[in-house]
């Protein structure tokens, strides 16, 4: 076997349809720096980004994106919110094109050119001091980490880390009713009929997010989910004084926040 078929056939096991690598994890896999350059003069390789890599020809999706920031590019950023719902078929609205929005959470940076990457997908990242309602210190990022699962991805070995439904459904309020509207969190928290209250009570008790918990108890209430009773809501701060969810909307007085006048 020729010198060229030898390193076809490397960059063709180390390096698959659609994924991404950068020159550090090449050189872990003892490619040497002239190696690489040979690949790229060769166009076996394709730049993507300074440091970053693709196959020639190689066509990456939104999943392939979100391995390489996760595995590769080693961030936290973690699929999230709606995002998470629909990967878990936990959502009423499917993507009605081939044009995907992926919500990422976590406290690491989204580099900028991922969204030049490919057409088919858009990437938003989410802060996670924002639904924690306050900093997103060390521990309590590794605390909101456990809620997560894996979502297989093609045949990589990790699969692609995503929030558990519990998780993901605290992350859609956080966005009520600015990126999701009212109407639609209440549609997605009918069919959570399944959610774990342990799991529920630790993350309610993590996020300190005022208008978070207070929309998820008016809304697990408004659908009467048998998980409820079985949260203690002794030790979950709901906060003072009454909360505009919705303008012009109309004051709910258990919870004091306001909701379309349609549902009180």
């Known amino acids: ?20 690598v950068t020159r550090a994890w090449l050189q872990s896999h003892e490619l040497s720096n002239h190696a690489i350059d040979n690949l790229l003069k060769s166009q076996q ?27 590769r590019y080693i961030t936290d950023l973690t ?13 009423h609205y499917l993507p009605i094109s081939n044009h995907r929005v992926v919500n990422l959470y976590g406290t690491d940076n989204l580099p900028a050119w991922v969204n030049t990457i490919t057409d088919n997908a858009r990437f938003q990242r989410h802060s996670l001091g924002d639904l924690l ?56 928290m009918q069919g959570l009929n399944t ?11 993590i996020c300190d997010n005022v ?3 207070r929309l998820f108890f008016w809304y697990a209430e408004r ?4 998980w409820l009773v079985k949260i203690n809501k002794d030790n979950i701060n709901l906060g003072s004084g009454n909360r505009v969810i919705v303008k012009g909307g ?9 909701v379309p006048e349609m549902y009180e």
Not at 45 to 71: C, H, I, M, P
Not at 79 to 91: D, N, P, T, V, W
Request: glycine share 6%; hydrophobic share 35%.
């Open 45 to 71: 390789l394709e730049t993507v980004k300074n440091g970053v890599y693709k196959r020639e020809g190689s066509l990456v999706a939104w999943g392939d994106l979100v391995y390489f920031l996760q595995r």
């Open 195 to 205: 959610l774990s209250p342990r799991s529920l009570q630790k993350l309610l008790e």
């Open 133 to 188: 309602g306050q900093t997103a210190t060390k521990d309590l990022t590794e605390q909101l980490n456990q809620y997560t699962k894996i979502f297989n991805w093609k045949d990589t070995k990790e699969g692609l880390r995503i929030s558990t439904p519990e998780r993901a459904i605290l992350e859609v309020l956080n966005d009520v009713p600015g990126k999701i509207s009212f109407e639609h969190a209440d549609e997605l």
């Open 211 to 213: 208008k978070v918990r």
């Open 1 to 20: 076997m020729g010198l060229n078929s030898q390193r076809r056939k490397e960059v063709f096991r180390l390096v698959p349809e659609g994924s991404l």
């Open 223 to 226: 659908q009467n989910h048998s």
């Open 79 to 91: 699929i999230g919110g709606i995002s998470a719902l629909e990967l878990q078929k936990l959502s």
């Open 250 to 258: 109309r004051l709910n007085k258990k919870y004091k926040i306001t």
